[in-house]
């Protein structure tokens, strides 16, 4: 499986941007999938993530403002994001877990496939 995370950009703060993550290599259903972020002099968090049944979970900071999703028919993952803030300005990555592996949505040992990470910056 390979992830390719999309869709970051300069944004200012109160608006909004959706991520997509393009996934190729393999035709079997996405399995877990989440997002996580990384600031600058920052260790990476969880932002939000999406079980194979469709179960999602958000970080606290993220709640009421961030959507996961994803589409099986088009092998996509997708973070919508409004209401943004400086604070959620990092280096966003998608992530997707190896079938029937352990599976804790919050933690990034649980995800063996990794995007290569989109900038979101947001000014105030």
């Known amino acids: 499986v390979q992830l390719q995370a999309s869709g970051g950009g300069l944004v200012q703060a109160g608006g909004s941007l959706r991520l997509s993550c393009a996934r190729s290599g393999s035709t079997s259903t996405i399995n877990h999938m989440a997002w996580f972020r990384q600031a600058p002099g920052k260790e990476r968090e969880f932002v939000a993530g999406i079980s194979r049944s469709g179960s999602t979970f958000y970080a606290d900071s993220v709640k009421g403002r961030f959507t996961i999703s994803r589409d099986n028919a088009k092998n996509t993952g997708y973070l919508q994001m409004n209401s943004l803030k400086p604070e959620d300005t990092a280096v966003y990555y998608c992530?997707?877990?190896?079938?029937?592996?352990?599976?804790?949505?919050?933690?990034?040992?649980?995800?063996?496939?990794w995007g290569q990470g989109t900038q979101v910056t947001v000014s105030s």
């Open positions: 992530a997707e877990a190896r079938l029937f592996s352990s599976y804790s949505p919050e933690k990034a040992t649980s995800y063996a496939y």
